[in-house]
T-cell receptor, first 111, second 116 residues
């Protein structure tokens, strides 16, 4: 069974600092990896999708890397802003089209 | 609509009652997922529909849970004889199929179910 772990569970950073969020997974036979953002009481917003054949994806201040062989992905958020405060979820898709989620990185950006 | 729509957004029900949760996926998306998010827990896979294929029900926690997808579009998740441990946010997602796999998943806002 795929296990997804996100470290750290929670972190606070001052505004302007770069954020580094880590995701690890136990089974490297994944189809893709997706990073989501979840605000309190809300659904999930897709941020970045990385196919298994890709090494990274970028969107604005966000960059996600994927090292499938070692079972790791990292989400970088440059020059953090208070509006980046949220929970960030990592999910990997297996060969049965199921998404396995980590428990998230809860981020607070302090103005 | 532009995104995945779920209704109701909130539902409070008495223990032992049945509830139905609805999901309208993005138009044209053939894949539809239901997940459950309990307080302090990660997202738990419940069921997956793909086109007209038999659904993957391997995540349903008990026989009190069932789901249908009519006409390959709208889906309804039914929980019979609700228990307090069923209290959670129920999230629906849809996606497109590419070859044998589905691509990006898009989630709705969820239904918050509270069983009292």
């Amino acid at each position: 069974k795929q296990e997804v772990t996100q470290i750290p569970a929670a972190l606070s950073v001052p505004e302007g600092e770069n954020l580094v969020l880590n995701c690890s997974f136990t089974d490297s036979a994944i189809y893709n990896l997706q990073w989501f953002r979840q605000d309190p009481g809300k659904g999930l917003t897709s941020l970045l999708l990385i196919q298994s054949s890709q090494r990274e994806q970028t969107s604005g201040r966000l960059n996600a890397s994927l090292d499938k062989s070692s079972g790791r992905s990292t989400l970088y958020i440059a020059a953090s802003q208070p509006g980046d405060s949220a929970t960030y979820l990592c999910a990997v898709k297996d060969g049965n089209n199921r998404l396995a989620f980590g428990k998230g990185n809860q981020v607070v950006v302090i103005p | 609509g532009a995104g995945v729509s779920q209704s109701p957004s909130n539902k409070v029900t008495e223990k032992g009652k049945d509830v139905e949760l609805r999901c309208d996926p993005i138009s044209g998306h053939t894949a539809l997922y239901w997940y459950r998010q309990s307080l302090g827990q990660g997202l738990e896979f419940l069921i997956y529909f793909q086109g007209n294929s038999a659904p993957d029900k391997s995540g349903l926690p008990s026989d009190r849970f069932s789901a249908e997808r009519t006409g390959g579009s709208v889906s309804t998740l039914t929980i019979q004889r609700t228990q307090q441990e069923d209290s959670a946010v129920y999230l629906c997602a849809s996606g497109l199929r590419q070859g044998n796999m589905n691509t990006e998943a898009f989630f709705g806002q969820g239904t918050r179910l509270t069983v009292v």
